[in-house]
């Protein structure tokens, strides 16, 4: 993810986390049904958010779903579920607004009701509330935002949540350490489900000058599905693979990878698929190509130039039993 004056909407494919967010994966309860890629939405000039709350929303308050069941799909209760999982990584905790929920809450409804996927919206769609989350934030009250938007379809708002959380390009915004801000909705209409999550950045923060996930010493699952829109693996690669491994720099410099390993306990080397920096050039991310094998520890060292300047960065962690 850049920091300033760039606005990325998945509009090759139709976006999803302001870096980014499209439209893909299949699975109600086992996984995800819809997945919208990273989107990310920057404002004309890049806003410095201030830590006090803003106002509250000038519009009314997001609509409960009509099957929603009570905590699950709870705007706080997703928000505690990311806090969470950022906590676990090292992430400043955000806090939320009324008008972001009200952002997400309006996509998310939007979404399920005309059974749609991705981050825009069409006008005369019914639902319509803008067709960028940039401009449906803007329609809340909250202009200018630097902002990104997550979505998919998912069995409960916060099983969404968690379910973006592994996948790499999604997870960049969810885990970023400039990210100060989240509203999440959820709805539930005409069996369709979304779960839409809408991220604001301040690039003035303070925070980690690095977020890995895994981070040191933290158990993790240690298979995924390889399922996200935009792909992340090569054409042709098996499945699953292993849980996707990823390290974030603040302050938005250029990251270039020159050597990746991962090693078991054993010292044996896993072999793996390098992400590809699609997006913005401030991090790394690799995908174990086999799953993982649970109980194991597993070492990482990834040789890289941060801003030209050469890095070496090593940790562990261990794939959950």
Not at 44 to 54: E, N, R, V
Not at 115 to 138: C, K, M, N, Y
């Amino acid at each position: 993810m850049r920091s300033r004056g760039t606005m990325l909407t998945l509009a090759p494919f139709a976006i999803v986390v302001a870096l980014a967010l499209g439209i893909a994966l299949a699975g109600y309860l086992t996984g995800p049904r819809v997945v919208s890629a990273p989107v990310q939405s920057v404002a004309p000039t890049t806003p410095t958010l201030t830590a006090a709350s803003p106002t509250p929303a000038q519009t009314a308050p997001p609509t409960a779903s009509p099957t929603a069941t009570p905590g699950l799909n709870d705007a706080l209760e997703m928000l505690r579920v990311h806090n969470d999982l950022r906590a676990a990584v090292g992430a400043p905790a955000l806090r939320t607004d009324e008008r972001v929920i009200a952002a997400a809450q309006r996509h998310a409804e939007y979404l399920a009701r005309n059974q749609a996927g991705g981050h825009e919206e069409a006008p005369g769609q019914p639902g319509f509330t803008g067709t960028s989350v940039h401009d449906r934030l803007a329609a809340q009250g909250f202009a200018d935002a630097m902002a990104s938007e997550v979505a998919i379809s998912f069995s409960s708002g916060t099983d969404g949540v968690r379910s973006l959380w592994v996948l790499p390009y999604h997870r960049l915004g969810l885990m970023h350490p400039h990210a100060v801000i989240a509203g999440w909705g959820h709805a539930e209409i005409a069996g369709r489900t979304e779960t839409v999550g809408v991220l604001v950045y301040d690039f003035e923060s303070s925070g980690p000058d690095r977020v890995r996930s895994p981070a040191p010493g933290q158990r993790i699952s240690g298979s995924w599905s390889g399922e996200e829109s935009p792909e992340v693996l090569p054409s042709g690669a098996g499945r699953p693979v292993g849980y996707p491994v990823m390290v974030l720099f603040a302050d938005a410099p250029a990251v270039d990878l020159i050597s990746a390993k991962v090693t078991d306990a054993s010292g044996s080397e896993v072999t793996h698929y390098v992400v590809p920096q699609i997006y913005e050039r401030d991090y790394v991310a690799i995908v174990p190509s086999r799953p993982l094998t649970a109980g194991v520890r597993y070492r990482v060292r990834l040789e890289l130039t941060v801003a030209g300047s050469p890095l070496v960065d090593e940790w562990e962690f261990e794939a959950d039993r």
